[in-house]
């Protein structure tokens, strides 16, 4: 059985292809944990394809989360493989391990909190029940990780107050801003240059102020005023869209299987 139907507010949200646009913010906000930056340098092929890893880390949510429990476990077993394999010690000599819960919880509240920002930005159509049953929702997948109680907060409130505490905490090393080139300036054709450069400066919106700084990337009114244009267009014209063109893909699979 999976562990969301059709009932949840999170298949509802999930499928919103729009909720794509955050997944460069969420990369930055991974790599601003120097664990997750030095494991991502030393273990993965992340310079060259960042894309391709945020699109595998879709993909094995997505299975975890609609799948049928045979594909989640599937799904589950091969990460914890590759997650057996990734480990190694930090420039000040503390050791790292993909395995340790805390970081697995962070790269799956980054998730989280990034589908929140992005809905609210550029949806807006969540109630504030029905955000908290999302965040509430969201648990069963740190369950599935195995990720203990005491390291997930209870509710929203909680969450938000442990976002900006470790936000607060993170640290936007050299190889955070090396790793961080190509999310936001992918090698794409040129006739993709325009739509890279917005979806960068969307991103740099959803950043926190002071990862934003952290990282370099400018930001001033005139940045500010393009994305806030996106946002009222995006608003304006996905309502209009039919469903089948405003869900992802992997999604639509799921709901005619």
């Not at 890893?53 to 799904?75: C, D, K, V, Y």
Request: charged share 20%; with cysteine; aromatic share 6%.
């Amino acid at each position: 059985m999976a562990l969301y139907g059709p009932e949840t507010v999170t298949w509802r949200v999930n499928q919103e292809a729009v909720l794509l646009l955050g997944g460069p913010r969420a990369l930055l906000l991974q790599l601003a944990e120097p664990a997750v930056a030095a494991g991502v340098a030393e273990h993965s092929g992340f310079e060259a394809d960042p894309f391709g890893r945020l699109a595998r880390t879709l993909e094995a949510m997505t299975a975890i989360s609609f799948g049928s429990e045979a594909q989640a476990r599937s799904t589950l077993d091969g990460l914890a493989s590759v997650h057996a394999r990734v480990r190694g010690t930090l420039p000040d000599g503390i050791p790292y391990t993909a395995e340790d819960p805390a970081l697995q919880w962070w790269v799956l509240a980054t998730l989280i909190d990034t589908v929140l920002r992005v809905e609210r930005r550029y949806l807006g159509r969540l109630t504030a029940p029905e955000r908290a049953c999302y965040y509430d929702e969201s648990r069963r997948m740190a369950a599935a990780f195995r990720i203990p109680d005491d390291v997930v907060p209870p509710d929203l409130p909680a969450f938000l107050a442990y976002m900006r505490r470790r936000v607060a905490t993170l640290e936007v090393t050299a190889t955070a801003r090396a790793l961080s080139r190509p999310v936001l300036r992918p090698a794409v054709p040129l006739v993709g240059v325009p739509l890279a450069e917005v979806v960068a400066l969307v991103t740099v919106d959803l950043l926190p102020a002071r990862l934003r700084d952290a990282y370099g990337l400018p930001w001033d009114a005139r940045r500010r005023l393009v994305v806030r244009g996106s946002q009222a267009a995006v608003r304006a014209v996905l309502p209009r869209l039919p469903a089948l063109l405003r869900g992802v893909p992997v999604m639509k699979a799921e709901a005619v299987s």
